[in-house]
């Protein structure tokens, strides 16, 4: 038994060093957003994903829209208001005909990833006492290289969102 | 320390049967597609975001592809051909205007997943000896209510599929 309990003491041991090494942000300088103090969330590039969309106009961008273990629970069971620790990750990337995928089809009809825009990267953070002021969200956004927008930008994040109050100031639906 | 070693041998069986009643793929019916004899993936839903891509013309559709551990793991360290046991799935949604973020935006400019269409859900499995005639890999096309297409609509996967045999028959690139 005291084997089992050595072997099992060590499995134990290399899932927690295995777990301490999964992917982090991947950003080198670590900078916390204004106002709302949001840093990039290590590891969202892993989370399960939420929706997807394409914004046109001066966005003119393809995005994914991923979710923390709070999110994603909280969207598939419809339930409002998201608790607090949810995190909502919205990816963008610009919008670009795929020339390879067009030669297959024999039209232009393929639009896929292109490089990251300045809006690349933005967080929605639930924390309903921390945020009270802004409907319990707290909100970021990161350029490519991780480096946060400025306190101007970040002022414009909830009164954009206000609208959307009936679903807890998130604009995004899951998508079955 | 017997103690540990039965806290311990709790602690994994309850791992075991929670990983046990890890979301399957929702559909009651699991009919395999013709050709291939391939299933919806359990699972599949909760797996890594690959890209997202819009299609223009007759499909018209925002699309999602998602990949388990091993096509996730080859696509990040950029490893081709992939390896056997890499699955990719790729999710459809009929291309439809939102009209609660343009009301937002005062101008139409946002397009997001509406009901699904018949090209619903896709998978490409890659298993090099049984599907050795078709590149290494198998295909399979199934409707929203988990119905897989016909033998005809799946001889056309490959052939549609061989010119990207630079990146072993997969257009999706990873999106960063």
Same sequence: chains 1, 2.
């Avoid at 005909?97 to 929605?124: C, H, I």
């Amino acid at each position: 038994m005291e084997r089992i309990a050595y072997l099992l003491v060590t499995v134990v041991a290399v899932a927690v060093v295995v777990a301490s090494l999964a992917p982090k942000s991947g950003y080198a300088n670590e900078e916390a957003a204004p106002i709302f103090g949001i840093k990039i969330s290590p590891g969202y590039r892993d989370w399960k994903l939420i929706s997807v969309a394409h914004e046109e106009g001066n966005l003119n961008d393809l995005r994914a829209i991923l979710g923390n273990d709070a999110a994603t629970k909280a969207y598939r069971e419809g339930k409002l208001p998201f608790p607090d620790g949810t995190i909502i990750a919205r990816i963008a990337w610009s919008y670009v005909p795929s020339e390879e995928n067009n030669k297959v089809f024999g039209r232009p009809q393929s639009f896929v990833p292109g490089p990251a825009p300045d809006w690349y990267l933005q967080f929605m953070v639930k924390d309903s006492k921390k945020y009270a002021a802004t409907g319990g969200w707290g909100f970021a956004q990161f350029n490519k290289d991780g480096k946060p927008a400025d306190g101007a930008m970040h002022k414009t994040c909830f009164p954009c969102h206000e609208p959307a109050k009936a679903s807890d100031f998130v604009f995004t639906h899951y998508a079955p």
